[in-house]
């Protein structure tokens, strides 16, 4: 009987002790987010609108989306003012693909809410027959919102500094033949911010770049890509391969989000996959990959290339698997 008391009273000290750290991570989340002012591209839908509840859970001050879905964006901000009693959320309809009319939007969207804190550079598509579109969309959009980002976040421009997300993917190469542009506009995504997160750039902009790659996520864009693929051949192999991976809700992914904005440091890329915690990971050293020939065999390989598996790490950086990681990152982003 005692050594049950005992057990039990562990036991509710780890709940105690876990409700506490949680707390306490809720409380410097929104130390973070309050008061801040907040532009989502792709806000209308999906993870976008998930961005968008759990920033206003947090405190922002003003959000504005930007969407190509007019009727969806305008019923949102219809919906959010009359929950919080005020125009908490803006609405502008635009296509991200086009610089001009991006550059309006951004000027209309400081006007609405005097200035930008944080930009979530999320708007994508996908859909292999329309690869044109879908290439404008999620590296021509992409690029469009990161460079306007530099222009009103930039110290040394219109801004005071701030924090860039830009939403990329979790790619498997080894089970994406179905969908080869797509990776490869997602691949872009991962240079773009590494570029733009350069410690010279971070010094002169103050602007935090951040990389986040959610996995498998429960989506509009998810649930009809298997019949926007290159070839209707490909659909039984791709559902196939869907329905073998786990999938999680934009909720989570939200969720993590703002975890990661607690901790991460310009230029880190993290992933959320399975509904876990997100971990980062790290873009290895090309020279770290290398292998080395003689006599035309192969004298030494990569050690970690048995490491394909992408293991969930915490939310902080892990320096021991650092190159574990980072081939793993490099071989194993996984699509979903």
Known sequence: MQQDCLIEDESNKSRRSSTSEKAKEIEAINGLVSGKNVLITGGAAGLGNAFMNHFLKHGAN???????????????????????????????HVDVSNYELMAAAFEEATNLMNDIDIIVNNAGTLDERRWE???????GGMTCTAL???????????????????????????????????????????????????????????????????????????????????????????????????????????QGLMSILRVAESGTIWVIENGRTPYE??????????????????????????????????LYKTK?????????????????
């Open 62 to 92: 003003r959000i504005t989306i930007l969407d190509i879905d007019e009727e969806t964006g305008k019923r949102i901000e219809s919906s959010v003012e009359k929950s919080y009693g005020e125009k908490k959320v803006h609405f502008i």
């Open 133 to 139: 579109r879908e290439i404008a969309v999620n590296i």
């Open 281 to 314: 990971v790290y873009v290895p050293n090309p020279r770290s990959l290398r292998r080395t020939y003689k006599n035309n065999f192969t004298l030494v390989e990569t050690k970690y290339y048995s490491a394909l598996g992408l293991t969930s790490y915490p």
């Open 148 to 254: 306007l980002a530099v222009k009103y976040l930039s110290r040394d421009q219109l801004g005071h500094g701030g924090t860039l997300v830009n939403i990329s993917q979790h790619i498997d190469i080894r089970s994406t033949a179905q969908i080869p542009i797509y990776t490869a506009t997602k691949y872009a995504v991962i240079g773009l911010s590494q570029s733009l997160a350069n410690s010279y750039q971070y010094e002169k902009t103050g602007i935090r770049v951040i990389t986040l790659c959610p996995g498998l996520t429960e989506t509009a864009l998810t649930v009809n890509s298997p019949n926007r693929l290159l070839s209707r051949v490909m659909k039984a192999d791709f559902v196939k391969n869907l329905e073998q991976l786990s999938i999680q809700t934009p909720y989570v992914v939200a």
């Open 320 to 336: 021991i698997h650092h190159q574990k990681i980072a081939y793993t990152f490099y071989f194993t982003l996984q699509l979903y």
